[in-house]
C-alpha cells in the first residue's frame, strides 16, 4: 500500500519479478511474496505466511506514517 502524491490517494501496488515500480510514491505497508520470505518459516504454506503478516501488521503505525505525510 502506498501513498501517491500526484494522485493524492493511497495506491495498492504490485511489483512483480524484481521491477521497482513504486516511483513517486511512499510505501506505508509492503508484504514481500518471494519464495525467500516466508519458505524457511513456512514452508509452501504462502496463505500462513500472509495471515501471520496480517496479525502481526499494526495499523496504528502504518496510520501514523499515513499522517506523517501529510496526506
Do not use: C
Not at 41 to 54: E, L
Not at 58 to 69: D, K, P
Request: no cysteine; hydrophobic share 50%; aromatic share 12%.
Amino acid at each position: 500500500l502506498v501513498w501517491s502524491p500526484r494522485r493524492r490517494r493511497l495506491v495498492n501496488a504490485w511489483a512483480a519479478d524484481h521491477a521497482h515500480n513504486l516511483a513517486g510514491a511512499t510505501p506505508l505497508i509492503a508484504l514481500d511474496m518471494y519464495e525467500h520470505s516466508y519458505h524457511m518459516d513456512f514452508g509452501a504454506k504462502a496463505g500462513a505466511y500472509v495471515d501471520a503478516f496480517m496479525q502481526d501488521l499494526s495499523w496504528t503505525t502504518a496510520e501514523a506514517a499515513f499522517t506523517r505525510l501529510g496526506a
